[in-house]
Nanobody
Framework: QVQLVESGGGLVQAGGSLRLSCAAS????????MGWFRQAPGKEREFVAA????????YYADSVKGRFSMSSDNAKNTVYLQMNSLKPEDTGVYLC???????????????????WGQGTQVTVAS
């Protein structure tokens, strides 16, 4: 089984930047499609970004396109989420997820992922 551990969250002023990391252990990292989601209090889990190795593409929610960038370092078994120009509405717990079973049609859906990290809190102050 794969284990995911996020880090890099914190408190930042609006307009600032943060880089989140998600370290994976277990099977060869590069075989999983990976995603970032976020969840604010009282709201449903929301898709943020995903990397598909099979499709060789990266996908973003419209709300973060142009501001966030997802990347990976396979040698370190780690994916990153670089977040720039942060807004108060970006506040939430950010979770990393992996598709153990490939479901490329469900990259933007939380149900499409099999393994989750514990999350890291991001708070953007206005």
């Amino acid at each position: 089984q794969v284990q995911l551990v996020e880090s890099g969250g914190g408190l930042v002023q609006a307009g600032g930047s943060l880089r989140l990391s998600c370290a994976a252990s277990g099977r060869t990292f590069s075989t999983y499609d990976m995603g970032w989601f976020r969840q604010a209090p009282g709201k449903e889990r929301e898709f943020v970004a995903a990397i598909s190795w099979s499709l060789r593409s990266t996908y973003y929610a419209d709300s973060v396109k142009g501001r966030f960038s997802m990347s990976s370092d396979n040698a370190k078994n780690t994916v990153y989420l670089q977040m720039n120009s942060l807004k108060p509405e970006d506040t939430g717990v950010y979770l990393c997820a992996a598709q153990i079973t490939a479901r490329t049609l469900m990259l933007r859906t939380a149900r499409g992922y099999d393994a989750w990290g514990q999350g890291t809190q991001v708070t953007v102050a206005s």
